[in-house]
């Protein structure tokens, strides 16, 4: 891993909205590496900040009321943060691909599926529209849909959320990028077709040769996916390292209860455990440790001074005094 | 939509039964001659039961007659096949008025928030609305034919027009015939004439368009497709006009068949303070006079207008949005 | 020992802020407070205008005609009109007129619209459908057909031009209440409560009800200056209205032979409707925006 080429590096990645007479710190300072060919997981709760950062290496999100505080995202070479409007065009959809959670709203009800993947192949590819359908076809047999051309005429209500969601990677793959971010691309989708959509991904990641970020709640997705895994908590991460050295031997307190408040297949417990506590008032943040009020192991100093890196093992860190 | 016709005619004829002045009264006038009075009352099929007159009229409805009119003593069949043309010129013009002006509008708006333009846009639109249509009618008037003297005061077209070049009748559409026998004088002066009257009618449903555009284009602009549009590197033209309008047109189409029929109800003030020979002026007449077969005769000419302006709305309607063409299939 | 005191402390401290939110919301809103301020000035008109007024009698009867057709002075701000009464006061008269049939109107039709929403909304299945149909043939006619058949007929008067008008505006309360109903219904609390078996009525009155008031306030809002639109424009067309009433639309029909010399006339109770209308608009919108949660 550590000799394949940096495809992306985020650095110190400081994010903020503007709301009702506050500021929210979405994001207090996000430093993530991915390697080319590497799969990566970040994983965490609701609100943690993983889909804001994602749309942040996109340069999607609103600004106002968002605003990128400070930050480098380096990638194939270049900060694209300092990247004009429209000098990320050429990189949306073509060398980074963005997948959302919903399929069924994330295609435009009142056009065909085939009219809104060809205009994405034609705009990036520059090919004119019949071969555009026919690459489209190509992606779509690709993704597991039989009747390429049948398929390309529907509407995207007619479809399933599995079929829904494999036309969006389609999409996303049909220009070759080097990057994926998928962003909780399985939770809005049955059990059943969620483990379809993962294989999916994992064979088509390697035939076309991408890199995967893939943003989560749900370790079982992580476990199944990742190669190394990023946790976050309340706009930081909090550990981060190889999916074995996460899964075997978390540090971090948080990490350690999310891991324990799920089953292992064959495991029996009476109770599950949880984690006492609420996720902090991103506009309200208390000093010291962010996840202190709610950590079982907090000590004096977790509530004075904000935890930095300490390596654990090797390749395998975690912000955290313990 | 059979159904609801149907009520309205039973509803308007019960009216006429139960309303206090008579018609036989009406027909022959102030001081009648002993007699004449019965002999009315026999003509007109008065002395037959309400149930049975409904009937009747119901039966002469389906052939085309709307009986005679009271005040004009002609029936009100004829007088309506002469003023039809006029007001449904007149309101259609009006509701192209009010989208090809309230269309671009709206989404001009829509993606210059918090400028000038739009908030301009939306006190006209919140004002537009506010405006009493014989006011605003009367207004033009005072101010631009009778002060400025730009434009005409009444009328659809003007005497001297009408006695030197007059419009052969083919559809009974006098723009559309003037247009298609070429003949200039008559097209420019009946334009001319249509200027206050169409623009007056169409101020309200311009606004409102302008509204229903603006805000529609705003939340089009949320939804998940133009974030996954955006994602993909598709330029701003190209989702505006493309992939958010068609999105954000569904809700205008509907206000479209509103606004007609709003417009419908409005030609009865218009037609009135501009003098234009419609079906408006002609209610209006009937209302004053007591008039019965005309009030209803127009009431269900208008109805059947408003019907099959709603047909066209959901017709338009599948055109757009796929979901309702499958499930209607 | 603490507990209490803190708690109390808590619960008004939350909803003072609540109320500081609100009042920042509406006061950031700069044309709902124009809409307040307006209608403010006009409630105090239709209240006071007896006293306020300068020449009362001329709203009520009285006739001068030397003072005929004179233009906005200092003695009459809006001049006189054909029979010497005061325009200033007959539009502030005209105020009381306009708003409280502009009220019954949206009354009634609220207190008809209300309940038959409801139950279409809760009970679904036939007794909706054949609600709806009714109010679908209802809405797509024009508003001032049925009243001006009604008033053409029997001669109208303003109480029946009230009802007329009520009756066709009803239909618009069982939408939206229908609308209101089949939202909350979906929502996870009602189910939450169904779950935890809270009678029905209770998940009516509660949830429904109370998330249902910002859009029927909204709605109540621009009816307001709606109804008084349609009520002035059948005045105009001489029904409802007679002499020597004081009312809008009447004043405007009375003064079509002579508004092209007498320009005041005619333009001062258009004013008078523009303005009421444009002011309930301004409530209705503002509210809109304030209660919604998406354009904060």
């Known amino acids: ?322 | ?329 | 020992m603490e507990a209490v005191p803190q708690k109390a402390d808590s619960r008004l401290a939350r909803k003072t802020e609540r109320i500081a939110y609100f009042l920042y919301l509406i006061g950031r809103n700069r044309l709902f407070m124009l809409g307040l301020g307006i209608g403010a000035i006009i409630v105090m008109a239709a209240l006071f205008a007896p006293w306020i007024a300068p020449y009362p009698g001329d709203a009520t009867g009285d006739i001068n005609m030397q003072a005929k057709l004179k233009p906005p002075s200092s003695q009459h701000f809006m001049g006189t009109d054909h029979f010497g009464r005061d325009i200033f006061s007959r539009v502030l008269y005209g105020t009381r007129k306009s708003l409280s049939i502009g009220i019954g109107i949206v009354l009634i039709a609220f207190i008809i619209g209300l309940p038959l929403g409801l139950i279409a909304g809760y009970y679904g299945g036939r007794i909706d459908e054949i609600l709806m149909r009714i109010c679908d043939g209802f809405l797509s006619f024009p508003v001032l057909l049925l009243p001006i058949a009604i008033g053409g007929v029997f001669g109208g008067s303003m109480k029946v031009n009230m009802i007329g008008l009520a009756i066709v505006w009803w239909p618009w309360y069982v939408r939206l209440l229908r609308g209101q109903v089949l939202i909350t219904r979906e929502q996870a609390y009602v189910m939450a409560a169904k779950s935890i078996g809270v009678k029905n009525t209770t998940i009516i009155l509660r949830h429904i009800i109370a998330n249902s008031i910002g859009p029927v306030l909204v709605q109540v809002s621009l009816d307001l200056g709606y109804a008084i639109l349609a009520s002035a424009s059948l005045s105009f067309i001489g029904i409802g209205a007679k002499p020597p009433m004081a009312e809008w639309g009447f004043m405007i029909s009375e003064a079509r032979p002579y508004f092209m010399n007498f320009w005041w006339t005619t333009t001062f109770p258009g004013l008078a409707i523009f303005l009421t209308v444009f002011t309930f608009n301004l409530l209705g919108d503002g509210l809109r925006e304030i209660l919604d949660p998406k354009t904060r």
């Open chain 2, 1 to 329: 939509m059979v159904v609801v016709l149907w009520v309205l005619t039973m509803v308007t004829f019960f009216l006429t039964t139960i309303a206090p002045s008579d018609p036989a009264g009406l027909w022959v006038g102030p001081r009648p001659k002993p007699g004449q009075l019965e002999k009315a009352r026999k003509q007109l099929g008065l002395d037959k039961p309400a149930h049975v007159r409904y009937v009747i009229y119901l039966k002469n409805l389906t052939r085309g007659d709307f009986g005679v009119s009271i005040r004009t003593r002609q029936p009100v069949t004829e007088e309506l096949k002469r003023y039809f043309a006029a007001t449904i010129e007149l309101v259609t013009v009006a509701i192209i008025i009010s989208l090809i002006i309230g269309i671009p509008l709206g989404i001009y708006t829509a993606f210059r928030r918090e400028s000038l333009a739009d908030h301009s846009g939306r006190i006209f639109s919140l004002m537009g609305v506010a405006v009493p249509i014989f006011w605003l009618g009367m207004m033009f008037q005072l101010t631009l034919s009778s002060g400025l003297k730009i434009l005409p005061l009444q009328g659809q077209i003007s005497s001297y027009v009408f006695l030197t070049s007059p419009v052969k009748s083919i559809t009974g559409f006098y723009l559309i015939d003037s247009l298609v026998t070429g003949n200039w004088v008559a097209f420019k002066d009946i334009i001319i004439h249509m200027i206050l009257p169409a623009i007056t009618l169409s101020f309200a449903s311009l606004a409102f368009i302008v509204r229903i555009t603006r805000s529609s284009m705003i939340e089009v602009m949320t939804a998940d497709y133009i974030r996954t549009a955006k994602a993909y590197g598709l330029g701003n033209k190209l989702i505006r006009y493309k992939y958010a309008l068609k999105n954000g047109l569904i809700p205008v189409v509907t206000v479209t068949g509103l606004s007609y029929a709003y417009e419908l109800g409005g030609s009865i003030l218009v037609e009135n303070i501009f003098d234009w020979p419609g079906m408006g002026r002609f209610l209006w007449l009937s209302i004053i006079n007591n008039d019965y077969p005309g009030i209803m005769g127009v009431t269900i000419v208008f109805a059947v207008i408003c019907c099959t302006i709603n047909l066209m709305v959901d017709l338009v309607y599948a055109l757009i949005d796929p979901k309702v063409r499958i499930a209607g299939t």
């Open chain 1, 1 to 322: 891993m550590t000799t394949n080429p940096i495809l992306l590096d985020i650095k110190d990645l400081i994010i903020q909205f503007s709301a009702y007479k506050s500021v929210v710190k979405a994001i207090q300072g996000v430093s993530l590496t991915m390697h080319k060919g590497e799969t990566l997981g970040i994983v965490g709760e609701s609100g943690c900040g993983k889909s804001v950062t994602a749309s942040a290496i996109l340069q999607l999100i609103p600004c106002p009321p968002g605003k990128i505080v400070s930050g480098e995202i380096w990638f194939e070479g270049e900060n694209i943060l300092t990247k004009s409007e429209t000098e990320m065009r050429q990189i949306r959809g073509k060398t980074i691909s963005m997948i959302f959670q919903d399929p069924m709203t994330a295609l435009n009800p009142v056009f065909t599926v085939g009219d809104q993947i060809v205009t994405v192949i034609g705009l990036h590819q520059k090919v004119g529209k019949k071969e555009a359908r026919r690459r489209a076809a190509d992606m779509l047999r690709l993704v597991g849909l039989s009747d390429p051309a049948a398929t390309l005429k529907k509407y995207p209500h007619e479809m399933s959320g599995g079929m829904s969601q494999r036309i969006m990677i389609a999409m996303a793959l049909s220009c070759r990028p080097s990057l994926l971010i998928a962003d909780e691309p399985t939770t809005a989708l049955d059990v059943t077709v969620q483990a379809q959509i993962l294989d999916l991904m994992k064979n088509l990641k390697k035939e076309i040769d991408t890199s995967i970020m893939l943003i989560t709640h749900d370790l079982g997705v992580i476990a199944k996916m990742c190669e190394n895994v990023a946790v976050m908590y309340a706009g930081r991460i909090v550990e981060y390292g190889s999916l074995r050295h996460i899964f075997k031997n978390p540090g971090h307190p948080y990490t350690q209860g999310l891991l324990s408040s799920t089953l292992k297949l064959g495991e029996e417990k009476d109770r599950l455990e949880i984690i006492e506590g609420t996720v902090p008032d991103l506009s309200k943040l208390p000093p010291g440790c962010l996840f202190n009020p709610r950590c079982s192991q907090a000590e004096a100093i977790c509530s004075r001074e904000v935890p930095g890196t300490v390596e654990i093992e090797k390749g395998h860190v975690m912000a955290c005094h313990l």
